[in-house]
């Protein structure tokens, strides 16, 4: 059993569109993260959420929006894409803040 | 603001050889450092951690020394292995935070056979 899915894994769109990007974890962990790559593959933290509450909110454009219907999931929405949105987008969680965490395997997000 | 510099950015290592990564960081209130290591098309997966009250941490082949006055900390791979070639992160947080993990910029290591 996958610990941290996402889906879909790519995701090619148009600038303009709205698009969402789901994510779940069967590891009973009360805290998850929305991290972006860049094309040269830096890691920034987006968004946390720890049991379905909003923790951080770093300073990513409100087109963005984090949702959480349970504490397994975190489901990431996009509006109005710009080019500079393409990314890989990766899902992760941990028990808590810090500690050990459990990456998805990714969603490359491509706007053209 | 850069809070994790690593380095080199990339870097060929021999098999059998050391890969030695080097990652320094400025915000003192940090006190976890673990390192993540990514394979092309995979997330990034926890490799080995410190916490700034012993100076090194060694699990297999992977050693972290960390040097708290400086404010530094590196990777050591002994034997390096083809299968170790990927990307890897440093990163750093402050303990119980909310602010998740700064990661360093990443090192792609290749081990040449």
């Known amino acids: 059993d996958t610990a941290v899915s996402q889906t879909p894994k790519y995701l090619v769109t148009q600038m303009g569109n709205d698009k969402s ?43 963005f929006s984090p949702k959480s219907p349970d504490k397994a999931h975190l489901n990431l929405h996009i509006n109005s894409l710009e080019l500079g949105d393409s990314a890989v987008y990766f899902c992760a969680s941990s ?15 491509s706007v053209l | 603001q850069q809070q994790v510099k690593q380095s080199p950015q990339s870097l060929i290592v021999q098999k059998g050889g050391i890969s030695i990564i080097n990652c320094a960081y400025e915000n003192t209130a940090f006190d976890y450092f673990p390192w993540y290591q990514q394979f092309p098309g995979k997330g990034p997966a926890l490799l080995i951690a410190i916490r700034p009250d012993v ?35 440093c990163a750093a947080s402050r303990g119980g935070g909310a602010d998740g993990l700064t990661f360093g910029k990443g090192t792609h290591l290749i081990i040449q056979p």
Request: hydrophobic fraction near 30%; aromatic fraction near 16%.
């Open chain 1, 95 to 109: 028990q808590d803040y810090e500690e050990k965490l459990f990456f998805g395997s990714g969603t490359q997000l």
């Open chain 2, 55 to 89: 100076s090194e941490k060694k699990e297999g082949r992977f050693t972290i020394s960390f040097n708290k006055s400086a404010k530094q900390f590196s990777l050591h791979i002994m034997d390096s292995q083809p299968g170790d070639s990927a990307t890897y992160f």
């Open chain 1, 21 to 63: 990007i789901k994510c779940e974890q069967n590891l009973g962990h009360d805290t998850m993260y929305w991290y972006k790559q860049d094309s040269k593959k830096f890691l920034k933290i987006m968004f946390s959420y720890n049991n379905k509450e909003l923790i951080i909110n770093e300073t990513v454009p409100n087109r």
